[in-house]
């Protein structure tokens, strides 16, 4: 494991959740602390720097009528959007202030959008590799890469559907969950230890994403080959996207991609 790939596994080890340092992908990530001491200084500042938010999320207090305020407003756009207005009894209290002018509701909403899109900042002038600045996406990259490129990113961010070091072990949870389990590992990863497995769905169609730690983070994603909205060549396609590069192939009746932070030349040969 080397250090970039530590800092992603580390950033998901909650401040002061005992029950993530037991994690054996956590650990392991843990111990190379030992022994380089940047890593350690970096991990550090970044608990810190995540107990602070979480602080400041627990000190925001909104006020006992924003529901009501919000449903307030609700009911009166709707009221203007059918010319019925005047049929809304007014509630006393409640519309004092205009709903649209109420501080909290734009707190309200820019945390709900913050957190929907996994972007609460994060102080560190050292950034992982997944959020370092990079140029302009390839623009023949079909949608769904770029889907799956934004969801590999925000990874780190939160919590596997499961973990394992065992690939066939997330393969049976795949499958006992209802999404594609890739019915044949690429040899490459044989013998490589998996992470975890997250569970996707592109606009009605299933993903499922396996992560083995190799030299690097590498990403198997799996789908249904009558779903894949795209076409795919007899041969292999590759792509660039961002700071990402994908390889598509037919595998019998599925689709599989494998994906990792770098470009075409990090793609390894699977066979």
């Not at 390839?138 to 890469?145: S, T």
């Not at 072990?169 to 795949?174: A, E, N």
């Amino acid at each position: 494991m080397n250090l970039d790939e530590a800092k992603n596994i580390l950033q998901l080890c909650r401040p002061d959740h005992p029950e993530d340092l037991k994690d054996p992908v956590i650990a392991e990530a843990l111990a190379l602390c030992e022994t380089h001491p940047e890593l350690r200084e970096w991990f550090e500042a970044q608990q810190a720097f995540d107990r602070q938010i979480a602080q400041s999320l627990s000190e925001i207090k909104p006020p006992a009528d924003l529901q009501a305020s919000i449903l307030a407003g609700m009911r009166m756009h709707e009221a203007n959007s059918t010319d019925s207005a005047d049929s809304i009894p007014e509630t006393s209290g409640s519309l004092s202030q205009a709903w649209w002018r109420n501080p909290w509701i734009g707190v309200a909403a820019l945390f709900v959008i913050m957190l929907s899109f996994g972007v609460l900042p994060r102080h560190s002038s050292d950034a992982p590799l997944a959020t370092l600045p990079a140029s302009d996406p390839d623009a023949d990259a079909p949608e769904v890469l770029r889907y799956l490129a934004r969801e590999i990113d925000n990874i780190k961010m939160f919590s596997f559907d499961e973990r394992d070091e065992d690939p066939k072990v997330l393969q049976t949870y795949l499958t006992s969950n209802g999404a594609p389990s890739p019915e044949v590992i690429p040899a490459k990863f044989e013998h490589t230890k998996s992470i975890g497995c997250v569970m996707l769905d592109y606009e009605g169609t299933k993903l499922s994403i396996i992560c083995f730690k190799g030299d690097t983070v590498y990403h198997l994603t799996t789908a249904d080959k009558a779903d894949f909205p795209m076409e795919l060549g007899a041969e292999p396609q590759i792509f660039e996207l961002k700071d990402q590069a994908f390889k598509l192939w037919a595998e019998g009746e599925q689709v599989q991609i494998l994906s990792v932070h770098g470009n075409k030349q990090d793609i390894p040969e699977l066979i």
